[in-house]
């Protein structure tokens, strides 16, 4: 079993920042594909940023040059700068992990909101 403890959440003016953190532990032989992912009340999830093993990196078009995404370990981060109101979401991390059975899985965060007030 892997559990995931997602922490950084929190109320921030626009124009600030905030720095999430995700650290996945338990049967973890490796991690593939580390994201973050954000959702609105009554919609779909909607990928935010993701990063690969090796480090490859892609954004969603609206967070593009204000978030950065980042991994150590079995840790993923999101630096989330210059956040505006349209950003207020619950956020969620989203792990791709290999067991020592040789399966792979996903898993999910349990999501922390971020609030940013105009």
């Known amino acids: 079993q892997v559990q995931l403890v997602e922490s950084g959440g929190g109320l921030v003016q626009a124009g600030g920042s905030l720095r999430l953190s995700c650290a996945a532990s338990?049967?973890?032989?490796?991690?593939?594909?580390m994201a973050w992912y954000r959702q609105a009340p009554g919609k779909q999830r909607e990928l935010v940023a993701a990063?690969?093993?090796?480090?490859s990196t892609n954004y969603a078009d609206s967070v593009k040059g204000r978030f950065t995404i980042s991994r150590a370990a079995n840790t993923v981060y999101l630096q989330m700068n210059s956040l505006k109101p349209e950003d207020t979401l619950v956020y969620y991390c989203?792990?791709?992990?290999?067991?020592?059975?040789?399966?792979?899985?996903?898993?999910w965060g349990q999501g922390t909101q971020v609030t940013v007030s105009s």
């Open positions: 990063i690969s093993r090796g480090g």
């Open positions: 338990g049967s973890i032989f490796s991690i593939n594909a």
């Open positions: 989203n792990v791709y992990v290999r067991g020592y059975s040789g399966t792979s899985a996903d898993y």
